[in-house]
């Protein structure tokens, strides 16, 4: 019995295998969000295992993530980075416990000049500038070819920015800082990054007092103290020590929340290639889903002859109904298997593309947790055994008798009932739309809604089809029904409207989330050109380089420009209002609204 | 003479209103055990159907039928299923074996159906007697029509039943193979005792069984006890003459 059904499944390899690829495509990418995941996760006790300092002092409440050694800078950037006075790293390297203390530099707004005169690095992410710290047991940074920057021109680069600009030791190099403009170096060595989580910025490394002086432009200030602890010291102890005699104004950090802190923000920027990949399983599963539904129909249908057989030789109906869904078992778990090893490829992919874009993802090795397996297995499994129930049911139901009867024909069912239930969810889909269309104002209220209708619209539309279908088929056979070839294809599609809208089912699908991304990606490229023009009405917007400020010369410069009505300013800083993050946009209140559509809520504008 | 199946009063009615059909109007029949019945008739007389309900492939309008001491009418389709698995044989007119088994898995289907292992002595006589030793690693894609009707034969003997249904069991195959088949049945009486009842319209196929019963216009009208080919020929045509 069970042989037979097993054997059954060898006989229609293609059929089947052709089934079996939705499967394995959705249980990939199930699997590929796992082993992605947990190989992030798992890449991320690098972060606590790298070399970094024990505890960091930073300005309390610093707008933007102030960052030590390889990392951020100020927001915004350009701006004067929030500094604490030098002397400070003196009194904290006097503290119980420190066996050194290191004044360290970081900002925004080291535009590094490659061998071809443009700035290195694309539009979006910072570029940075930081100090070196010589011990390399703290240090995030570490040099990999040459030698650590000493001296006003002097500066070590990163080897990525290097190689984006067409640098290498020996060469000179422009730079262009916030504080001394354009200044020319010599490179003297190349840097990694040992823990990053980094975003595809430049980095320019000094030593503290050139970045200093090209950083900050004040006198002797650091953005940061990067502390080392004595052996046996606890971060949070020495933390609390330092505290003590921190001012007001600073706060410490350990090496280990800062780890906590990094992964947090890694983990929280990949969340979103979860929800995609999901987003992605589902589709494939859906399709699926139809497509093991209509392949175990037909071959139900295709061995009515022997399931009848072998219900008159005394198989019972779950006998038969067990060997169907055996059949789809023994697909549903290679499917699985195949997926797992899809979603291995599937997660490598995702870091080759992320590769790509510029994300260095901390390395690791390749996670595939027992858990991943299981869900894997559960989800493919379930997913075939569930869409051949039905199929399986019915040939249960086969009368041993087909099995003497020349001519076989199943039972064809009334599709009253469907039809009926079609319509109400068509009505349902209908009202639900116009109420989630009405709710302009909740938009939680009116995406939900909206939801609800799309997936009761899709439903219906599977449950219609068979009886819109023969109707379609009548129309759309019209043209070639002067032919009994076209008469005879006709005929057969209407024959069995069932079959013929299972099979369509899966295609409409298909196509209707194609479109429905399609119709997504569109709708917000043509909102956001409509806020653009709708908002902005100036002609031209000048941006400094990597949205870097720039000097208000510029602004002098094309104020005069022959043919410019209005030129006017804007300028940005972060701020903290309450406790929350914002920004403060500075502007000439005359001329401002000549180019953005600004509507005054309340209150006035200061003449 | 005990009886292996008998029916009473059996009625068979399709549909309903103007399409009704009565295909068996009140038989009454008895299969004697150990021997071989023939149910001959002209196209449309009822002769597949009695062998359905007889056999519980399918449900009765009225009246009762026994298989054994089992009356079949009361029978759920679990009940019905096990009488079929363990008390009666088919074969059919189109072989019916599952493609995909070899012929050795297709004898013992129904014993692999019903989870029983095979009486190896028992199996060994039937696949000798049919003469298909050494075609069991075969499919049945690769035996002539009349090795494949061989292992239908041996598929319906290998579970000891109570009876044997064989619908038209010569109906696909040359004469030679159909004698061959016959020769087989006929000999499973001989020396098992095997209780058999054949439909067909073939005189020559009904000459091999002890009794013929005729069936016109859903109602057994005559009975031959020992034929001979050429007296059912006779028969038959003293039907076709009465009818028209």
Same mark, same amino acid.
């Not at chain 1, 061995?303 to 019972?316: C, D, F, K, N, W």
């Not at chain 1, 009761?456 to 023969?470: D, Q």
């Not at chain 1, 709708?534 to 104020?559: C, E, L």
């Not at chain 2, 009208?221 to 006779?234: R, W």
């Given at each position: ?60 409440? /610093? %707008? ?48 590094? +000049? ?46 990525? #920015? ?14 262009? *800082? ?72 600073? #706060? ?13 923000? $890694? ?14 399983? $589902? ?68 870091? =080759? ?64 009932? @469907?039809? /009926? ?15 989630? %269309? ?51 294809? @006709?005929?057969?599609?209407? @024959? ?10 899966? =295609?409409?699908?298909?196509?209707? %989330? ?69 920004? %403060? #946009? ?22 | ?63 009762? +039928? ?13 009940? =019905? ?26 004898? *013992?289907?129904? $014993? ?20 298909? @030793? ?22 319906? =003997? ?87």
């Amino acid at each position: 019995m069970l042989r037979a059904a097993l054997r059954s499944l060898l006989q229609h390899k293609l059929r089947l295998s052709l089934t079996l690829v939705a499967v394995v495509v959705g249980v990939a990418f199930v699997a590929g969000t796992y082993i992605f995941t947990d190989s992030l996760k798992k890449s991320f006790d690098a972060l606590f295992e790298a070399p970094q300092p024990d505890v960091s002092v930073t300005v309390a409440d /610093a %707008l933007g993530p102030a960052q030590p050694g390889g990392g951020g800078g100020a927001g915004t950037g350009g701006d004067q980075a929030p500094t604490l006075p030098g002397s400070l790293v003196g009194e904290v390297a006097g503290v119980q416990g420190v066996e050194a203390a290191y004044g360290v530099v970081a900002a925004d707004g080291a535009l590094v +000049v490659g061998s071809d005169g443009e700035v290195v690095g694309r539009a979006g992410p910072p570029a940075r500038g930081t100090t070196y710290m010589p011990d390399s047991s703290i240090s995030p940074l570490s040099i990999s070819v040459g030698e650590a920057p000493q001296g006003p021109d002097q500066v070590a680069l990163l080897e990525a #920015t290097a190689e984006a600009g067409g640098l290498s030791v020996g060469d000179t190099v422009k730079i262009d *800082t916030p504080s001394a403009g354009l200044v020319t170096m010599n490179v003297v060595g190349l840097v990694t990054r040992g823990i990053s989580g980094s975003d595809g910025s430049t980095l320019a490394v000094f030593d503290l007092p050139t970045a200093q002086r090209l950083l900050l432009g004040e006198g002797d200030v650091v953005t940061s103290i990067a502390v080392k602890a004595e052996a046996g010291v606890p971060q949070d102890v020495l933390a609390q020590r330092i505290s003590a005699v921190l001012p007001e104004s600073a #706060t410490t950090t350990t090496g280990a929340q800062r780890s906590a802190q990094i992964a947090d923000r $890694l983990e929280q920027t990949f969340q979103f290639i979860n929800t995609f990949l999901l987003a992605f399983a $589902l589709i494939a599963l859906f399709v699926a889903v139809f497509l093991i539904f209509n392949t175990f129909s037909m071959l139900v249908a295709q061995r009515t002859r022997e399931l009848a057989l072998l219900r008159a030789v005394g198989a019972s109906r779950g006998q038969v109904r067990r060997s169907v869904l055996a059949e789809a078992l023994v697909l549903g778990l290679m499917a699985a298997a195949l997926g797992v090893v899809g979603g291995i490829l599937v997660s490598q992919g995702l870091r =080759l593309l992320l590769k790509g874009f510029g994300a260095d993802l901390p390395a690791g090795p390749l996670v595939i947790e027992p858990r991943t397996v299981v869900v894997s297995l559960v989800v493919g499994v379930v997913v075939t055994l569930v869409s051949a129930f039905v199929p399986a049911r019915r040939a249960g139901v086969v009368p041993p008798v087909a099995a003497m009867r020349d001519e076989i024909s199943l039972p064809a069912k009334s599709l009253r009932i @469907r039809t /009926a239930i079609g319509a109400l969810l068509l009505l349902t889909a209908f009202v639900t739309a116009r109420l989630g %269309l009405a709710s302009t104002d909740d938009g939680n209220r009116a995406s939900s809604l909206v939801g609800v209708s799309a997936l009761c619209a899709l439903v219906a539309l599977i449950a219609l089809a068979p009886v819109v279908g023969r109707g379609v088929l009548l129309v759309l056979g019209a043209p070639f029904s002067g032919s009994t070839v076209g008469r005879l294809a @006709r005929e057969n599609g209407r @024959r069995n409207p069932r079959r013929t809208a299972a099979t369509a089912s899966a =295609l409409a699908i298909g196509l209707a %989330l194609m479109t429905a991304i399609g119709v997504i990606a569109a709708s917000t490229k043509a909102s956001v050109a409509a806020v653009v023009d709708d908002t902005i009405g100036a002609d031209y917007v000048i941006f400094g380089v990597k949205f870097q400020p720039f000097s208000p010369d510029v602004y002098n410069a094309v104020k005069d420009t022959p043919g410019a009505s209005t030129v006017t300013y804007v300028r940005q800083v972060p701020i903290q209002v309450d406790g929350d993050r914002t920004v %403060l #946009t500075g502007v000439d209140p005359q001329k401002i609204t000549d180019v953005i559509d600004l509507q005054m809520q309340a209150g006035s504008s200061i003449p | 003479m005990p009886t292996a199946a008998r029916a009473r009063a059996l009625t068979k009615v399709y549909g309903s209103g103007d399409t009704r059909v009565t295909a068996l109007d009140a038989v009454d029949v008895d299969i004697e055990q150990g021997r071989f019945t023939a149910i001959m008739g002209p196209s449309g007389s009822g002769k597949s159907t009695l062998m359905h309900c007889l056999a519980g492939l399918d449900s009765i309008s009225g009246g009762e +039928v026994w298989i054994g001491d089992t009356e079949l009418s009361g029978l759920g389709d679990k009940a =019905l299923t096990r009488l079929r698995r363990d008390s009666v044989g088919f074969v059919f007119q189109a072989f019916n074996l599952v493609p995909t088994l070899t012929a050795l898995e297709n004898i *013992t289907l129904p $014993l692999d159906i019903a989870g029983r292992k095979p009486d190896q002595e028992w199996l060994d006589t039937v696949i000798d007697t049919v003469g298909l @030793r050494d075609r069991l690693k075969h499919r049945p894609s690769e035996l002539s029509g009349g090795q494949q009707q061989r292992v239908a034969c041996a598929r319906a =003997l290998a579970s000891r039943p109570t009876i044997v249904f064989a619908d038209e069991p010569t109906g696909n195959l040359d004469s030679r193979s159909g004698a061959e088949v016959l020769g087989f049945l006929r000999r499973s009486v001989d020396e098992f005792g095997q209780t058999i009842v054949m439909v067909t319209h073939d005189p020559g196929a009904a000459s091999y069984s002890d009794r013929v019963l005729f069936l016109a216009d859903g109602r057994i009208v005559d009975e031959m006890h020992s034929p001979t080919a050429d007296a059912v020929l006779e028969r038959m045509k003293a039907f076709e003459q009465a009818r028209s």
